[in-house]
Nanobody, 121 residues
Framework: QVQLVESGGGLVQAGGSLRLSCVAS????????MGWYRQAPGKPRELVAA???????DYAESVKGRFTISRDNAKNTVYLQMNSLKPADTAVYYC???????????????WGQGTQVTVSS
């Protein structure tokens, strides 16, 4: 059974840092793109950052220069280093996998359960 398990969320003061991790567990052969989305109360879910299996990254304008996405393909893990955090970054952060090929299925889009990030002013 495939799962995306996030960790690393929490409460931090403005200007601080957090590192999110997401591990894709199960019998996984490949994942085309892994990424992070976030959803604040009353707002739609939005892309934060994504990275392909070839290490091409893409970022939302609001986090460029502050957040860094990376992945370890051998471990099916994606990381999000978040620096200079702002109260506006407060949201539930969701791990996402696109083009996930497991032993039994091909998933176009697969989501984790989410982890809360709260930035206090």
């Amino acid at each position: 059974q495939v799962q995306l398990v996030e960790s690393g969320g929490g409460l931090v003061q403005a200007g601080g840092s957090l590192r999110l991790s997401c591990v894709a567990s199960g019998t996984i052969f490949s994942i085309e793109t892994m990424g992070w989305y976030r959803q604040a109360p009353g707002k739609p879910r939005e892309l934060v950052a994504a990275i392909t299996s070839g290490d091409t990254g893409d970022y939302a304008e609001s986090v460029k220069g502050r957040f860094t996405i990376s992945r370890d393909n051998a471990k099916n893990t994606v990381y999000l280093q978040m620096n200079s955090l702002k109260p506006a970054d407060t949201a539930v952060y969701y791990c996402n996998a696109k083009g996930l090929r497991s032993a039994t299925h091909y998933y176009l889009n697969f989501w984790g359960q989410g982890t809360q990030v709260t930035v206090s002013s």
